[in-house]
């Protein structure tokens, strides 16, 4: 089945927690701290494999998480970094966030990758606090926490030619006569229900990828038929080939109405370079009104080629022309490189919410914190402290009127404030 659009949860991985451990060696009474650092987390990571052409993988599976980092060991020595996890998809995926609507990455290319969610640093050890003052020291860090993200891709197949028209036009029957493509085929309107794709040999030097898209409708731009879900799979051809159906009642009126489509979903399409093909001309009254439509399309600056999909008239000839159409097509402009990191919001920003049983602090940087602090050793805990004040957390809570004995939530800590 052919899949383009998907929704799914990634999750980074946590980093290892710093160790907190003090050398132990016969004869040697005061053994420094030798706590080790945490491992790094994984991170969650999506790669361009160009065998694939659809999103389908996605159906069967929501959710994906990288390993966490290794804890700290004695003697210093550090945890083991987690494997990134690497998730294959097809060229021409766009990847958004959920949440914001901010388009992360645009993959076009063989190996082009996209950090989706990075993974968490690993915690320091206690080695790392000691001060001529505090030799010591009692005191580390968790791992950080791995990013986490709802995310939505959407695929836009890459071809070099798209083959667009009203249904019934016999664009599947133009891709199964010149590719290994074996599309479904019928004499009736709508007959494809996605996209299809096939290559075409012109010689041992020259192939072309053509992308059938499925047929258009009047509305089609305002998601009328089936246009609105595949229209943005043209947007990535060079070259169009706009099929015309020879038993049309008014092959003219068709071609202006997908035009028309097509300048309302995308501007740009309309300008994309198109080459008119009408379709049938191995039926005979197909033939006796060819001569009248040359001359309408002229006037309108088009030359008007004639092909039988199902007799294969004139198809090889059609496929040269548009492999010299190629040449002269603009390229498609290369997505910018976005970066997958930017805050919307300061970092230190923080609001604070009254609630039934206390208070909660939203904070990015005090939730992190937090969760990377050690409650069981007064030096993290201090150091928190510090946090707060620094932040300026503890003042807005006095202002807010908070009391001896309040509950202080900050991500999942529960902490009981006190003067």
């Not at 992360?104 to 050890?125: H, I, P, T």
């Not at 932040?391 to 809570?397: Q, R």
Request: glycine letters at 10%; one cysteine or more.
């Amino acid at each position: 089945m052919f899949v383009d659009r998907a929704k799914i949860r990634v999750k980074a991985g946590n980093g290892g927690d710093g160790m907190v451990h003090f050398h132990r060696e016969k004869y040697v009474p005061r053994g420094g701290p030798d706590g080790g650092d945490g491992g790094r987390g994984g991170s969650v990571i999506f790669e361009v494999l160009p065998t694939l052409n659809t999103l389908s993988a996605f159906r069967y599976k929501d959710r994906y998480a990288a390993d966490d980092g290794k804890r700290g060991g004695p003697n210093n020595m550090s945890g083991k970094y987690a494997s990134d996890l690497v998730i294959p998809v097809p060229p021409g995926t766009l990847i958004y966030d959920e949440k914001t609507g901010e388009l992360l990455g645009d993959l076009v290319e063989k190996g082009q990758r996209l950090v989706a969610a990075k993974g968490g640093r690993g915690g320091r050890g206690n080695q790392h606090f000691a001060t001529p003052s505090n030799q010591v020291p009692s005191m580390g860090e968790k791992g950080e926490p791995g990013e986490e993200r709802r995310l939505r891709l959407e695929l836009k197949l890459i071809a070099d030619v798209g083959i667009v028209g009203m249904p019934n036009a016999g664009k599947s029957s133009l891709l199964a006569a010149v590719t290994n493509a074996d599309p479904k085929i019928a004499d009736y309107p709508f007959t494809t229900l996605e996209p299809n794709l096939g290559v075409a040999e012109l010689d041992m030097d020259t192939t072309l990828v053509l992308a059938d898209i499925p047929g258009l409708v009047e509305g089609a731009s305002h998601g009328v038929g089936l246009g609105h879900t595949f229209l943005r799979h043209v947007q990535r051809c060079r070259v169009l080939i706009h099929m015309l159906d020879g038993l049309s009642e008014d092959p003219l009126a068709d071609f202006s109405q997908i035009n028309s489509e097509l300048a309302l979903f995308d501007e740009q399409l309309a300008h994309k370079p198109q080459l008119v093909v009408l379709n049938k001309i191995d039926l005979p009254e197909v033939q006796e009104k060819v001569t009248k439509l040359r001359k309408q399309f002229e006037k309108r600056g088009h030359t008007l080629y004639t092909i039988s999909a199902y007799a294969r008239t004139e198809v090889k000839p059609l496929l040269w022309k548009v492999a010299e159409l190629m040449q002269t097509a603009p390229e498609l402009e290369a997505p910018e490189s976005m970066p997958v990191y930017r805050p919307a919001e300061d970092p230190n920003a923080f609001t604070i919410e009254r609630t039934s049983d206390g208070w909660r602090v939203h904070s990015k940087a005090l939730e992190r914190a937090a969760s990377m602090t050690y409650w069981e050793f007064d030096a993290p805990v201090r150091r928190f402290q510090r946090m707060i004040h620094a932040l300026g957390v503890e003042k807005a809570l006095r202002e807010a009127g908070i009391q001896e004995g309040d509950m202080v939530f900050i991500g999942d800590n529960e902490l009981e404030w006190q003067d």
